[in-house]
């Protein structure tokens, strides 16, 4: 969805007024204005909130402004996810005291994704288990499906014979999965 006016500022009132679960205010943070009739950019605020946006694929910036007519502008400021190698090169290459926190937060990330690699893997696991069981439970029901095919007069034993098929079509299926 592509913010507006309208929505940001709504998203702004909703998420502070929520405290998303991961929205997190910025505690050094400042933000500057200037423009056509303000010859030097000045101080506004140093309230300012961020957001990690999965949904949308950005980290979100959110802060307001005072209005020339006296009201609010809400602002949101969108880093798409595809600028941030650019930003922490940036950051690596010209403020390298901050690279340890670069270490952290790649830790972090791979910390993150061993977990969901090995819950994965329990899935796998679980899926592996259970077409074992299926696999017992359907040799059971070849036996003696091959049983009455084997007891079917001859030319009479097509059903059972493609029932047969189907079923050890089935039990090799299962075993290539587990």
Known sequence: MQPTAKNASADLQRSTQKGEKDMASLKNTKIYRGGVTAP????ETSSCTFHANTKEG????????????????????RVGTADLPEILNAVATNMPENVGVLS?????ANKKNLRLLNEARLL??????????????????????????LAAP??????EAQVNELVTEIINSLREMS
């Not at 950005?58 to 400021?77: C, I």
């Open 124 to 149: 796998k696991d679980d899926e592996r288990a259970r077409a074992n069981s299926l696999i017992d439970k359907l040799e059971e029901v070849s036996g003696f499906v091959n049983e009455k095919y």
């Open 104 to 108: 952290d937060c790649a830790a972090i």
């Open 154 to 159: 001859a030319g009479e034993d097509e059903k």
């Open 58 to 77: 950005g980290l979100d910036f959110r802060f307001n402004l005072a209005s020339k007519g006296g009201g609010t502008t809400s602002v949101l400021l």
């Open 40 to 43: 030097y950019i000045t101080f």
